[in-house]
């Protein structure tokens, strides 16, 4: 079963497949922000909408791995990425739709009416004004000068850098209650009245190379 609804660009519900549905399935990566519409619109029809959560990677993966078995009517993402990877591996329905065609500019759709968007997010480029002029970000294509090449990349590995000391790491960990990675940052005292924690050793890499395979057997076992 091919999603019926979709989403592009920053997020996109996309219209039901049968005005007969009594509920609509939704694969949705935007945590926050929905509810209203789903409130309103089943307010108006009568349909439920039930939500699955998740990341965009994860929902794409799980929609593989469940193929043709898959309860998903609609899948709702922030990231257009892996909305075409998703169309690419042929998960998503064309949706003849007059009403999407007059109301969602052609920039937002997909060409084959796969996907819709319904909102645009504004991109802001932060910049130290005693360095860098205004006018050399303009238009966006100027961050790509070679003259940029490295300056980048420096601060965020210098950023990357920071969050990883014990310090910063503390400071996430404590909010909500996490183990920090860096083995010399301390843990909170709630934390560590929880005892030791056994860490796998297992390289992370791993839970995306054995996500689908994960899927499947949580599907199989009936996990929810």
């Known amino acids: 079963m091919r999603v019926l609804g979709l989403i592009v660009l920053i997020a996109a519900l996309g219209p039901l497949g049968t005005a007969a549905a009594s509920e609509v399935v939704v694969y949705t990566a935007r945590h926050s922000g929905q509810e209203p519409a789903i409130e309103a619109f089943t307010k108006k029809t009568g349909i439920h909408v039930k939500l699955l959560a998740g990341s965009t990677g994860e929902l794409f993966e799980r929609l593989k791995a469940e193929g043709e078995k898959t309860p998903a009517d609609i899948l709702l993402t922030v990231?257009?990425?892996?909305?075409?990877?998703?169309?690419?591996?042929?998960?998503?329905s064309k949706i003849d739709s007059?009403?999407?065609a007059s109301k969602v500019p052609a920039s937002l759709r997909d060409p084959d009416n796969?996907?819709?968007?319904?909102t645009v997010r504004a991109r802001t480029i932060?910049?130290?004004t005693?360095?860098?002029?205004s006018a050399e970000l303009s238009p966006y294509e100027a961050l790509g000068d070679p003259k940029w090449k490295g300056r980048n990349r420096a601060s965020a590995i210098k950023?990357?850098?920071?969050?990883?000391t014990p310090e910063v790491q503390q400071m996430f960990a404590d909010v909500a209650f996490e183990f920090p990675a860096n083995p010399q940052a301390a843990v909170n005292p709630v934390v560590a009245k929880w005892e030791k924690f056994k860490q796998d050793d297992i390289n992370i890499a791993s839970a995306g190379e054995?996500?689908?395979?994960?899927?499947r057997l949580a599907d199989r076992a009936g996990y929810k």
Do not use: C, I, P
């Not at 950023?159 to 990883?164: G, I, M, T, V």
């Open 79 to 92: 990231d257009a990425g892996n909305l075409w990877n998703a169309a690419r591996a042929g998960l998503l």
């Open 98 to 100: 007059a009403e999407l």
């Open 114 to 118: 796969r996907s819709f968007g319904l």
């Open 210 to 215: 054995f996500q689908a395979a994960a899927t």
């Open 126 to 128: 932060m910049y130290h």
């Open 130 to 133: 005693g360095k860098v002029k």
């Open 159 to 164: 950023f990357q850098e920071f969050l990883s």
